[in-house]
């Protein structure tokens, strides 16, 4: 997992998915219900879908709007008039929103977090269903993540209303980004409030200067695979591209790791290599006079050898350094 420091808070991943419940995929708002919240639904071919042996399911619960009726709290009866009331062979059934909770933030947190990223989409007129999960990672850590399932329609009057409500697709589609960072906002302020050092970014990968995320491929996928014991195209890519990611993760380490090794060398050597000193002038031979009156008898002055060196920094003359 990349971190990264933001205004000295850590920075780390944040994931925040938007999707949709299509039939034009042969999928089912009822199925997709039954699925996060690990339970059963009976679907509109008369065939049951039974999720009950999902381990990782760890709260569940519906957000409504104010004012909605009782039974938009119940997810049985919310999603099978929310499947009624499409009429198209290629209607869209339910809005998806995938949002990841920190590994920081502690488990009693997470059905108060839900619940305030709920309310985003609940204010909007949506009925939403609430999923917690909390899975094993790639990395044999914890993956806790909120799934939000939305209505496509308004309640009006107690029942969904007969029209789309089409306005909610600006939210989604022309402005995604605003959604992901409202999320992004409120998690960190709930984050702040909880004392948890984190910082969610909503930028992309491309626009933060990461490598693309992992592409989460369908489920059927596995469920192909623990059937036949053949690996999808789809999963031959992923773990084709998991195995690349993992060797560049390598280097990339072993290359910091050979940095750190060439700047405590540097230093080392540093320390290591003896002062720099200048070389020396030789000293030189000086003939002064040490009398310099008539010697008696008129003989010649008296001389004296000196030895005198040149001065510098690092030679000291005997006697006092300093005086009169």
Same mark, same amino acid.
């Given at each position: 997992m990349?971190l990264?420091l933001?205004n000295?808070?850590?920075?780390?991943y944040?994931?925040?998915?938007?999707?949709?419940?299509?039939?034009?995929?042969?999928?089912c708002?009822l199925e997709h219900?039954a699925?996060?919240?690990?339970?059963?639904?009976?679907?509109?071919d008369?065939?049951?879908?039974?999720?009950t042996h999902r381990t990782d399911v760890?709260a569940?619960?519906?957000?409504?709007?104010?004012?909605?009726?009782?039974?938009a709290?119940?997810?049985a009866q !919310?999603w099978?008039k929310a =499947?009624? /009331?499409? +009429? &198209?062979?290629n209607?869209?059934?339910a809005r *998806?929103v995938?949002?990841?909770?920190?590994r920081?933030l502690p488990?009693e947190?997470?059905?108060?977090?839900?619940r305030r990223?709920?309310?985003?989409?609940?204010?909007r007129?949506m009925?939403?269903?609430v999923?917690i999960h909390?899975?094993?990672?790639?990395?044999?850590g914890?993956?806790?993540?909120i799934?939000?399932?939305a209505?496509?329609r308004?309640?009006?009057d107690?029942?969904?209303?007969?029209?789309?409500?089409?306005?909610?697709?600006a939210?989604?589609?022309?402005n995604?980004k605003?959604?992901?960072r409202?999320?992004?906002?409120?998690?960190n302020?709930?984050?702040?409030?909880?004392g948890?050092d984190?910082?969610a970014d909503?930028r992309?990968n491309?626009?933060r200067g990461?490598?693309p995320?992992e592409v989460? !491929?369908p489920?059927?996928? =596995?469920? /192909?695979? +623990? &059937?036949?014991?053949?690996?999808t195209?789809? *999963?031959e890519?992923r773990?084709?591209?998991?195995k690349?990611?993992?060797e560049i993760?390598?280097?990339?380490?072993?290359?910091?790791?050979?940095e750190?090794?060439?700047?405590a060398?540097?230093?080392d050597a540093?320390?290591?290599?003896?002062?720099?000193?200048?070389?020396?002038?030789?000293p030189?031979?000086?003939?002064r006079p040490?009398?310099k009156?008539p010697?008696?008898?008129?003989?010649?002055?008296?001389?004296a050898?000196?030895?005198?060196?040149?001065?510098?920094a690092d030679?000291?003359?005997p006697?006092?350094?300093y005086?009169?």
């Amino acid at each position: 997992m990349r971190l990264h420091l933001y205004n000295g808070c850590r920075m780390s991943y944040f994931g925040c998915k938007l999707d949709l419940v299509r039939r034009s995929k042969g999928q089912c708002a009822l199925e997709h219900s039954a699925y996060r919240r690990g339970g059963t639904a009976r679907l509109p071919d008369g065939s049951v879908a039974d999720f009950t042996h999902r381990t990782d399911v760890i709260a569940h619960f519906v957000v409504t709007p104010t004012g909605a009726p009782a039974w938009a709290a119940d997810c049985a009866q !919310l999603w099978t008039k929310a =499947v009624a /009331a499409e +009429k &198209r062979a290629n209607a869209q059934e339910a809005r *998806l929103v995938e949002i990841s909770i920190p590994r920081s933030l502690p488990r009693e947190h997470w059905i108060d977090l839900a619940r305030r990223l709920a309310r985003v989409l609940a204010i909007r007129g949506m009925a939403v269903q609430v999923d917690i999960h909390c899975p094993t990672a790639s990395d044999r850590g914890l993956n806790p993540h909120i799934h939000l399932m939305a209505t496509m329609r308004e309640i009006v009057d107690g029942e969904f209303s007969p029209k789309k409500a089409r306005h909610w697709n600006a939210s989604f589609f022309r402005n995604a980004k605003a959604i992901r960072r409202e999320m992004a906002e409120m998690l960190n302020e709930f984050c702040r409030m909880k004392g948890v050092d984190y910082h969610a970014d909503p930028r992309s990968n491309a626009e933060r200067g990461l490598p693309p995320a992992e592409v989460r !491929l369908p489920h059927w996928n =596995v469920v /192909a695979f +623990k &059937r036949s014991g053949k690996k999808t195209r789809a *999963l031959e890519q992923r773990d084709e591209e998991r195995k690349v990611r993992a060797e560049i993760a390598r280097l990339e380490a072993q290359s910091r790791e050979l940095e750190r090794e060439l700047e405590a060398a540097r230093a080392d050597a540093e320390l290591a290599s003896p002062k720099k000193i200048s070389p020396a002038t030789p000293p030189q031979l000086v003939r002064r006079p040490l009398i310099k009156k008539p010697a008696m008898g008129g003989g010649a002055e008296t001389f004296a050898t000196e030895i005198t060196a040149p001065a510098s920094a690092d030679f000291d003359l005997p006697g006092p350094r300093y005086g009169p």
